[in-house]
Every structure is written in structure tokens, then in C-alpha cells.
């Protein structure tokens, strides 16, 4: 299983996205080996069935109706692939309206349950997303797990834990990773993100990738001389145009403690501080993951005119020592 070098929230939910017989008496010993194995596939079934444990199918079956609504503008149905207890769930409407002015093209492969219950299914995907037509958008290649649980008789979508994300170029193939010259920064948001006042000389930290999706952006830095195949470092703006009313400093920590909490498995531990209407800190250590790297995180949510910024600074496999060298640099960001 691939490690991540950094936690991602669970967006990848919404665009989920594929012996002759060597003679007579072998052939008789392979057909009676194939109807002991078929009564045996029979018999587990029916004790899955009367324990309430779901078939394959039946769990593929919601992954594809999901994709399947989404490409159809069918918000309500795409909702009721969504268990309503899910992370994400008052979110999701919001984001797909946002998402509607893409025409995407979404692939869902490499579909396997890793474990299922009566309670709890885990089912490992593979998803591309290629825009056909729309604003500015990053294609892209994901993996990782959906979580499922029943709700009212039914299985559905309850989070996302995603492992890996590759950029990809117009044609579907991986960006080439490992470059150190700097990305550009263009789309609708550019100029507003970049006229956040950081407090960090140019040189010292190098854009490493910019993007904007579902009416959001995301810019990442790396220090200088670093690149995306090694770092031990991440400084993440991430704006959201209009956010003062419509998500608010307490509501944007609130969701990403909760989507991480429920995506991690290791020793994780979140705090926040200093909170007010207008900005707020957080940060988190983990630690023991079995698909993330150890690290750490400082950040600071904040208001800007109507719109929220929060601007992350993740150590890899370190210990954050200067916590309040940190926490300076990001109250002096403007």
C-alpha cells in the first residue's frame, strides 16, 4: 500500500468513479473440485445474506450509481448514495452545484472489498477524472478506499480515505514529478491568491502547484531547491471565495478535524486555539499511520474582505521545534 506524504479531505467522494482440461479424468477431478468450490461460494453467501453482510455487487453497484448520477446532474439521487451520518454530507449538494459547470470524463477501476461486516465495508478504488469541458481544472488520477455503511436497508457511501493523487496532462498521462522550476499560477482566483502578503522572502519558498476546482483553490509551496519527489516540508494556501458567510472559521475546523479524525488510523491528536470569528489556529501530530507518513501541523483559518483563506504548514517525518517561530509567520499573513 502506497504512503501519502500529506492528509487529504475526503473530496474524492464525490467523483467516484473497473483451463481446458488436460484430459478426461482431470477434467472429471476439476468439475467436481469446481461444484465442491461452487456449493462452498453458495453456502458463504447464504450465511453473508442472513448476517446481514452485502455482496460484492451489491457494493460495486452503489459506487457506479454514484459516478453514474453525478454525470447526470441527478443531485438528489447522487445524495442517496450518501449515507446522511457521512463527514461531508451537508457539504456535498453545495459542491455539486459547483461542480456542474464541468463536463468530466470519470473512470472507476480496480474495484476490490478489502472487508466487509454487517456493520462496515471497505472497498479499495482506482478513479480518473479527465475534463471534457469547463473552467480551469486539474485532471487527475485517485486512489484509495471507500468506507460504506447501511443505512435504512441500504449501503452507501459514508467517507473516503484517499492514498495517492496524480496529476495528470491532457492526454491522461502523470505530470513529470521531480522538476524544481516553478508552477504558474493562472485561473480565476490567481490574482486574489496571490495577493495574500506572506511573510516569507520569494526565494525561500517556490509555488510547487496551483489548481482550482469546484469554485476553490489550492496553492502549495516547497522550499527552495526541493521538489514534489522529495520534501520534508509543505506550506498549502487554500482560498474560498465567499467563505466568510458561507463556511466561517469555526465551520472549516470543525470539518477538517472531523474528515481526519475519520481518515486516519494512527495515533492522531488535534487542537485549536485562539479562535475568533475572523481567524483561528489548529494543528494536529500523527503518527503510526499505516498509509500516511508521520507528521505534523500548524495552521491559521482567516478572513479576508468576504472570502476565508487557511494557509498550512506540514512537517514530514520531523518534530515541529519551532512551534512559535511558526505560529508568528502565520499571524503575520495578511
Not at 492528509?7 to 473440485?33: K, N, P, R, S
Not at 476553490?216 to 494556501?237: Q, R
Not at 475568533?276 to 495552521?299: A, H, I, M, S
Amino acid at each position: 500500500m502506497k504512503r501519502s506524504k500529506f492528509l487529504m479531505t475526503a473530496m474524492g467522494l464525490l467523483l467516484i468513479i473497473f483451463l481446458a482440461a488436460c484430459g478426461d479424468d482431470a477434467g472429471t477431478e476439476e468439475a467436481e473440485g469446481e461444484e465442491e468450490t461452487e456449493e462452498t461460494t453458495e453456502e458463504t453467501e447464504e450465511e453473508n445474506e442472513e448476517a446481514g453482510i452485502p455482496e460484492d455487487e451489491e457494493l460495486f453497484e452503489v459506487l457506479e450509481r454514484n459516478i453514474a448520477t453525478m454525470a447526470d446532474d441527478d443531485s438528489t439521487g447522487h445524495m442517496e448514495t450518501l449515507h446522511s451520518e457521512s463527514p461531508g454530507y451537508a457539504e456535498t449538494e453545495q459542491i455539486l452545484e459547483d461542480m456542474s459547470v464541468y463536463t468530466l470524463d470519470i473512470e472507476i477501476s480496480d474495484l476490490e472489498v478489502e472487508e466487509k461486516s454487517e456493520e462496515e465495508a471497505r472497498v479499495f478504488y482506482t478513479q480518473r477524472n479527465m475534463k471534457v469541458d469547463g473552467p480551469t481544472y486539474e485532471n487527475n488520477e485517485l486512489t484509495g478506499i471507500h468506507i460504506m455503511r447501511p443505512e435504512d436497508g441500504e449501503w452507501k457511501i459514508y467517507n473516503t480515505e484517499l492514498m495517492d493523487y496524480i496529476v495528470l496532462d491532457e492526454n491522461g498521462e502523470p505530470l513529470e514529478e521531480g522538476a524544481t522550476g516553478e508552477a504558474v499560477m493562472e485561473g480565476e482566483y490567481a490574482d486574489v491568491v496571490s495577493s495574500l502578503e506572506m511573510p516569507f522572502e520569494e526565494d525561500e519558498w517556490v509555488l510547487a502547484h496551483y489548481g482550482e476546482d469546484s469554485g476553490e483553490a489550492v496553492a502549495e509551496y516547497l522550499p527552495a531547491g526541493d521538489n514534489l519527489n522529495d520534501y520534508s516540508e509543505l506550506l498549502t494556501v487554500h482560498y474560498f471565495p465567499g467563505g466568510k458567510d458561507g463556511i466561517g472559521v469555526a465551520q472549516f475546523i470543525d470539518v477538517m478535524e472531523t474528515n481526519l479524525t475519520d481518515m486516519v488510523e494512527g495515533e492522531f491528536e488535534f487542537n485549536r486555539f485562539d479562535e475568533t470569528d475572523e481567524e483561528g489556529f489548529f494543528e494536529f501530530t500523527l503518527t503510526d499511520d499505516p498509509v500516511q507518513f508521520d507528521q505534523e501541523e500548524l495552521g491559521r483559518a482567516l478572513i479576508k474582505d468576504d472570502d476565508l483563506f487557511a494557509v498550512r504548514y506540514t512537517l514530514i517525518e520531523d518534530t515541529l521545534e519551532d512551534r512559535d517561530e511558526w505560529i508568528e509567520h502565520l499571524s503575520e499573513i495578511q
